[in-house]
Nanobody, 115 residues
């Protein structure tokens, strides 16, 4: 499985960005997809994920009500709509996919929120 992310960038506080993650390869083996983020000097933390079956979503408390994860089955793509962005949302965002035996990761995309 290969994951390609897009949509990061620089935005002012209160603004919005949408991240995309397109999966290719053995996508039939993916059971869930989502996003982690990692700020400088901090650990990588889960932001949100969505199951490929029922579409069950899960969010970190810090982004609930501001971020929305969604999927497009036909395009094997997951999106992260990020609204009301805050400086503390600044991080590298990594797309990931849970497979039957392995987890897969994208290369990461930088999101910077200026105050």
């Amino acid at each position: 499985v290969q994951l390609v992310e897009s949509g990061g960038g620089l935005v002012q506080a209160g603004g919005s960005l949408r991240l995309s993650c397109a999966a290719s390869g053995s996508t039939y083996s993916i059971t869930a997809m989502g996003w982690y983020r990692q700020a400088p000097g901090k650990q990588r933390d889960l932001v949100a994920n969505i199951s490929t079956g029922r579409g069950t979503t899960n969010y970190a408390d810090s982004v609930k009500g501001r971020f929305t994860i969604s999927r497009d089955h036909n395009k094997n793509t997951v999106y992260l709509q990020m609204n009301s962005l805050r400086p503390e949302d600044t991080a590298v965002y990594f797309c990931y996919a849970e497979g039957w035996s392995y987890d897969y990761w994208g290369q990461g995309t930088q999101v910077t929120v200026s105050s």
